[in-house]
Structure formats: structure tokens, C-alpha cells
């Protein structure tokens, strides 16, 4: 049973479209978030909510517009793509704001 | 900006050895520190978290140290396996804890030769 699951896990589209990623935790958890890896491998958060209600928004363009309607999960729409989109965004969940965090298997986003 | 930094970007052993992976952080009012593998095409998994009031703490065949003195933290594996290649990340959590955020280091590859 995945404990954090996002879809897709690839997908491939053109500047200016919009897309969305979903994630779902069935860990019962809080705290639900979104992390970026760059292609450098580079891991930083974006954004951060706990009991559907936003903690963190990491200085991240309002293009990305995330969006938690219960508890178990946690949704990231794009506006707008860019190339400079082009990464893999992690959803993670915890069981509070201090627990382990626990990471799904991410999504592969390639803007052309 | 924030980072944890790691000394090396790649470690090469030979199975059967002993691997450490070392990382520095920055953050003195970092409470919490947690190491991830990482394997191709995968999200990170976690490996083993310390706190703070810690030095030490064991897992299966892993082994986190914690030196608050210096900043330093180190994962070892023993007996390393080729299952174990993959990139490590550590991470640190802030005490004044922003919603959970993890501040995570650049990543270490490990590679194991049979």
C-alpha cells in the first residue's frame, strides 16, 4: 500500500499550458507538503500545510497555486508553465509539523 | 541562502566496507536532523533521524552521529551492499520550526562495487 501517492508521475507539456499534480497520504497525517528537485538534485521546499491550512509558502511564484481540500490531501496546480518549471516535485506528509516526513515517489515535470 | 553542505558529492566503496557520509550545517537553532536515500527514478526514503539532545543513534546497519560542536553530522553503513548505492541527503529542522520545513544538503552518491 503506497503511503504517499502523486499522478503523475510523468508528464511532459508545452510553455503557457496549465497543469495540475495531485497527492494523496493515507497515513493519517497533518502536514502535508510540496518539495521541488532540481536537476542538480537539489531539494527546497514550496509549500507547507497543516490541517489544510497553509504554513509555508516558500517564496514561490503565484503561478503555483497548491490547494488542500481535507486532510489526506494535498493538490499543486501550475499556471503558465515555463521552462524553468521543468523539475520533480515531491509531495510529502508528516504526522505533525515536527514528525518524520515521509516522501511519495514523484512527478516528473518536463516543460517544452 | 540556507543549506546543509555536504563534504563530498561522490563516495566510491567496496562492498562489504564500512561507508561514512559526512554533512555540515549551518544552523545552530536546528533541533532535528534526518538522512534520506534516494535511488533512481525514486523519492526519498527515509533512512534514520536524531535530535539534538543526541549523539548517537543506531539502525539497522546505519549509524547517525551528531557533533553540535562543529556542526557536523555523519550516516554510517556497515557492511555496504550494492543495494545501498543511491544519493543521501541529510536534512536539518529549524527549532523555531517553520511548519515542519527540512532544510536539505546538496546529496552524496555512493556508489558500491561488487
Known amino acids: 500500500d503506497t503511503a504517499v501517492s502523486q499522478t503523475p508521475k510523468y508528464l511532459v507539456t508545452q510553455m503557457g499550458n496549465d497543469k495540475s499534480i495531485k497527492c494523496e497520504q493515507n497515513?493519517?497525517?497533518?502536514?502535508m507538503y510540496w518539495y521541488k528537485q532540481d536537476s542538480k538534485k537539489f531539494l527546497k521546499i514550496m509549500f507547507s500545510?497543516?490541517?489544510?491550512?497553509?504554513?509555508i509558502n516558500e517564496t514561490v511564484p503565484n503561478r503555483f497555486s497548491p490547494k488542500s481540500p481535507d486532510k489526506a490531501h494535498l493538490n499543486l496546480h501550475i499556471n503558465s508553465l515555463e521552462l524553468g518549471d521543468s523539475a520533480v516535485y515531491f509531495c510529502?506528509?508528516?504526522?505533525?509539523?515536527?514528525?518524520?516526513?515521509?516522501f511519495g515517489e514523484g512527478s516528473w515535470l518536463t516543460v517544452v | 541562502g540556507e543549506s546543509v553542505g555536504l563534504h563530498l558529492p561522490t563516495l566510491s566503496v567496496q562492498e562489504g566496507d564500512n561507508s561514512i557520509i559526512n554533512c555540515a550545517y549551518s544552523?545552530?537553532?536546528?533541533?532535528?536532523f534526518i538522512w534520506y536515500k534516494q535511488e533512481s527514478g525514486k523519492g526519498p526514503q527515509f533512512i534514520i533521524d536524531?535530535?539534538?539532545?543526541?549523539d548517537k543513534r543506531q539502525g539497522q546497519r546505519v549509524t547517525v552521529l551528531l557533533n553540535k560542536t562543529v556542526k557536523h553530522l555523519s550516516l554510517q553503513i556497515a557492511a555496504t551492499q550494492p543495494g545501498d548505492s543511491a544519493v543521501y541527503f541529510c536534512?536539518?529542522?529549524?527549532?523555531?520550526?517553520?511548519?515542519?520545513?527540512?532544510?536539505f544538503g546538496q546529496g552524496t552518491e555512493l556508489s558500491v562495487k561488487p
Open positions: 510529502a506528509s508528516s504526522l505533525t509539523t515536527r514528525g518524520t516526513i515521509y
Open positions: 497515513l493519517g497525517h497533518d502536514t
Open positions: 500545510y497543516n490541517n489544510k491550512e497553509l504554513i
Open positions: 544552523n545552530s537553532a536546528s533541533d532535528y
Open positions: 536524531i535530535r539534538s539532545n543526541m
Open positions: 536534512a536539518e529542522r529549524p527549532s523555531y520550526n517553520q511548519g515542519g520545513k527540512l532544510i
